[in-house]
């Protein structure tokens, strides 16, 4: 019996992987949120705020449809092979931007710390511009995917940063 090449297995259910990729990160990139959500209540309610912060029920469309893109992007990515070394680093820097997108809830809500969320997402601002570099040279539709997220990041970087400074 030969062990089985995990990299070259075609994807013989592709709508059961898409559907598995997009709710891991809906669910995923949920939790911080989630696990924030009281401070949201109540620390983050009495910050002071710029005149362009959104109304606190935008958050979670918006999050939830930019998660499902991720997750989207990246099983586009992972069609293309895991031999490939362009798809291994796409990935891989698709992980690194999505933990630094996890941690930011917990930094900037959970340790009530403006200036704490800037330290994360500023590089998670480059890490998407590098995934977004990296998927294109695989997959350029999951590059497209992953354009509305770095432009809804670079907003939230300005926004915290308002956050930070008016506080």
């Given at each position: ?7 070259s297995?075609?994807?013989r259910?592709?709508?059961v ?9 809906v ?7 989630l ?16 005149g362009?912060?959104?109304p ?6 918006v999050?939830t ?7 989207l992007?990246?099983?586009?990515v992972?069609?293309a092979?895991?031999d490939?070394?362009?798809v ?7 992980v ?7 941690a930011?809830s ?18 998670l601002?480059?890490?998407i511009?590098?995934?977004i570099?990296?998927?294109?040279r695989?997959?350029?539709r ?8 770095l432009?809804?990041?670079?907003f ?8 930070w400074?008016?506080?």
């Amino acid at each position: 019996m030969s062990a089985v090449n995990w990299r070259s297995l075609p994807d013989r259910r592709p709508f059961v992987t898409l559907s598995s990729v997009v709710v891991a990160c809906v669910l995923l990139g949920a939790a911080g949120g989630l696990i924030t959500a009281p401070q949201i209540e109540t620390w983050y309610t009495t910050l002071n705020k710029p005149g362009f912060t959104p109304p606190n029920w935008l958050f979670g469309p918006v999050w939830t449809v930019l998660y499902a893109f991720q997750g989207l992007a990246a099983w586009l990515v992972w069609r293309a092979g895991l031999d490939d070394r362009r798809v291994r680093v796409a990935l891989g820097l698709f992980v690194v931007q999505f933990v630094l997108n996890v941690a930011w809830s917990p930094a900037f809500f959970g340790l009530e710390s403006p200036v704490l969320g800037l330290v994360v997402i500023v590089p998670l601002w480059f890490a998407i511009v590098a995934t977004i570099g990296a998927a294109a040279r695989v997959e350029r539709r999951a590059a497209a995917l992953l354009v509305p997220y770095l432009a809804w990041v670079s907003f939230a970087t300005a926004l915290n940063y308002a956050i930070w400074t008016l506080n």
